[in-house]
């Protein structure tokens, strides 16, 4: 049974930082995409960031040169590090796995991320 456990959101001034991890099970985690996506009030989920089983890694235009992403495959979990939050940033963020090889797409449950201006 795949299990994906988000942490690390929380409030936060504009122009922190916080760092969100999201440790996946029952899955063998090195040979699977991973990525973060947010939902905010009233729009649409999107993709902010994934990162593929060797490591590449793309961003959406709105974060790039402030979040990064990352892997360790060792501890099965994969982290959002998120720098100069914007008020806009504001949203529930959620872990993705899609797996290797049959492109299942499992969800964590979200972690609130809430920026103040």
């Known amino acids: 049974q795949v299990q994906l456990v988000e942490s690390g959101g929380g409030l936060v001034q504009a122009g922190g930082s916080l760092r969100l991890s999201c440790a996946a099970s029952?899955?063998?985690?090195?040979?699977?995409?991973m990525a973060w996506y947010r939902q905010a009030p009233g729009k649409q989920r999107e993709l902010v960031a994934g990162?593929?089983?060797?490591?590449?890694?793309n961003y959406a235009d709105s974060v790039k040169g402030r979040f990064t992403i990352s892997r360790d495959n060792a501890k099965n979990t994969v982290y959002l590090q998120m720098n100069s939050l914007k008020p806009e940033d504001t949203a529930v963020y959620h872990c993705?796995?899609?797996?290797?090889?049959?492109?299942?797409?499992?969800w964590g449950q979200g972690t609130q991320v809430t920026v103040s201006s």
């Open positions: 990162i593929s089983s060797g490591g590449r890694a």
């Open positions: 993705n796995m899609r797996e290797f090889p049959t492109s299942r797409d499992y």
């Open positions: 029952g899955s063998i985690f090195s040979l699977n995409a």
